[in-house]
């Protein structure tokens, strides 16, 4: 977390979701219609969604970007945000207030109580969906929210067009979370083609002028330094003590004083850069001068948010760093912000996994990542093996609960597949083949890709094309020449338009299991 320096198409998405709905309930998981002190968060959410006529999964889904779903017990993030919606009161922004005008309730109790907090970032959002005038049809629609949701992150232009694109990306991975007492929160994965009406336009940021891989977003000029009194010698290893669009609102709000160089995203490893590796970030206090800084999307007490995905991608841009300007890689010179001189901060904190990162920092660490195959075979119940685990772990990850992923195809993960086949229009017949792999290993965001593409997307591009054209496309993240011929074939084979960019007409015919 960073300190200031010293001194200073809606009908079909609608009934896709009411088909996953019934496909779940159907399929025997949980329903919501169970005592509230059993599932109290559940409860929470199908209550403030009815009152305010807001569609149950993005309230959840938005809750789950800002905090994975835990309150703090009160505690404030980086911006003065608090509880399971993140409800903000600070210079810019005053949501926790807009939400105690709206519900009656009191601002402390808004704070600290899970029910009231939702109930309250429940009724923001609507008021969001009244302001851009969505009728109660619209309102059933999930993809008629993006601009609200947007509106709910505080931000403006592309960093509230990142906001809502994490949020739609849960959407359509789904969620699987368990929060404390062990209750678990379930969102079906769905495709969703969001309506973002002028935000269209402001959802891809410029590219990092430091670090090809990244997006660049300006800090506030007011937030850094220009120039540096001393050589970089270090990296300072941070937690952001919120969400990843959040801190970058805040970085860009002249009122926080703070700021750091990198913002990583938790769940897809994402990088933004805010202040240019030359000039002096304010992050670390006495080690301002000398550092680069990286904030990491999360909390401190929280493992959760510190996903592999992460760390590899953090890794790969501190490797570069630390390579660009001769920084030794060791944990003298890569350090956490409790480790500089002069602080009082305790991130990263007890779960960040020194002994992993330092590995992928000097470049070892790698391993299987248990989804990627060189073909994928039909696998059914009483099937065993590797790909029925990758099958469950997919399974998992998108909100169908396939039960224990131990390598042993069931009763549980046949429903779940059955519910899974009912929501992308499949028959619904519990076997995992060509078509169903395809629909699996594409689920998520939709990401326009073409050649010189890279990262997990792509990788995720590679092992769909691997099921649905029968043949091998290495899963390296790499989009390269084997790929674009790749993505030509099957868009050939599909009466798709051959040019080997994969836009949202491609990745529809994948997630539909064509």
């Given amino acids: 977390m960073s300190r200031r320096p010293a001194g200073h198409t809606r009908g079909r998405a609608a009934v896709l979701a009411s088909l996953t709905v019934t496909a779940l309930v159907a399929a025997g998981h949980p329903a919501t219609a169970v005592p509230a002190d059993e599932n109290p968060l559940n409860q929470a959410f199908e209550r403030a969604a009815g009152k305010f006529d807001v569609p149950r999964d993005l309230l959840a889904a938005v809750g789950y970007g800002e905090t994975h779903l835990d309150g703090h017990d009160g505690r404030p993030s980086q911006d003065n945000g608090f509880g399971v919606m993140h409800l903000v009161s600070n210079p810019s922004s005053r949501s926790l207030e807009k939400a105690a005008a709206l519900t009656g309730e009191s601002t402390d109790d808004l704070r600290k109580d899970d029910e009231t907090n939702i109930l309250g970032g429940a009724a923001v959002l609507r008021s969001h969906a009244d ?9 059933a629609d999930i993809d008629a929210w993006y601009p609200a949701v947007a509106r709910y992150s505080g931000a403006q232009g592309p960093v509230a067009a990142l906001y809502a694109d994490t949020v739609y990306t849960f959407l359509a991975q789904g969620l699987r ?9 379930t969102v079906a994965s769905r495709p969703v083609s969001p309506d973002k009406g002028p935000l269209a336009k402001a959802d891809i940021a410029a590219p990092s002028p430091d670090y090809p891989p990244a997006l660049w977003v300006a800090a506030d000029s007011g937030n850094f330094a220009t120039g540096r009194t001393a050589a970089v010698d270090k990296v300072v290893v941070h937690v952001t003590q919120g969400s990843y669009a959040g801190t970058i609102s805040w970085f860009q ?17 994402q990088i933004t850069q805010m202040v240019r590796d030359k000039d002096t970030a304010y992050h670390a206090r006495s080690a301002n001068a000398s550092s680069l800084g990286i904030e990491h999307e999360g909390f401190v007490d929280d493992p959760s948010w510190f996903t592999d995905t992460m760390y590899r991608s953090s890794a790969a841009l501190t490797k570069y760093l630390c390579d660009r300007y001769g920084i030794p890689k060791d944990r003298s010179h890569v350090i956490g912000h409790s480790e500089a001189p002069g602080n009082d901060h305790t991130d990263p904190g007890v779960n960040w996994n020194w002994t992993y990162y330092m590995q992928l920092v000097g470049g070892s660490g790698s391993g299987a990542d248990g989804l990627s195959f060189g073909s994928y075979t039909t696998q059914q119940k009483g099937s065993t093996g590797p790909q029925v685990k990758a099958v469950q772990t997919l399974l998992n990850r998108q909100g169908y609960e396939a039960g224990a992923e131990d390598s042993v195809f ?22 995992v083949g060509p078509k169903t792999w395809t629909a699996l290993l594409s689920a998520g965001s939709t990401p326009a890709l073409t050649t010189g593409a890279s990262g997990d997307a792509v990788k995720r591009l590679q092992r769909a094309l691997t099921a649905a054209l029968g ?4 899963a390296d993240g790499a989009f390269g020449t084997n ?7 099957y868009q050939s084979s599909r009466s798709l338009q051959a040019d080997g960019s994969v836009g949202s007409g491609t990745w529809a015919a994948l997630q539909s299991g064509r």
């Fill in 471 to 474: 043949r091998t496309v290495a």
């Fill in 410 to 431: 069931g009763t549980t993960t046949e429903s779940a597949v059955r519910a899974f086949q009912t929501a992308r229009g499949l028959a619904a017949d519990g076997r």
């Fill in 253 to 269: 709000n002249p009122a926080s004083k703070v700021s750091s160089h990198y913002v990583v995203r938790s769940s897809d490893g």
């Fill in 131 to 139: 302001a851009l005038g969505l009728d109660r049809a619209e309102r």
């Fill in 483 to 489: 790929t674009d011929k790749a993505v030509r074939d």
């Fill in 177 to 185: 979370a368990t929060v404390a007492g062990g209750e678990r929160i």
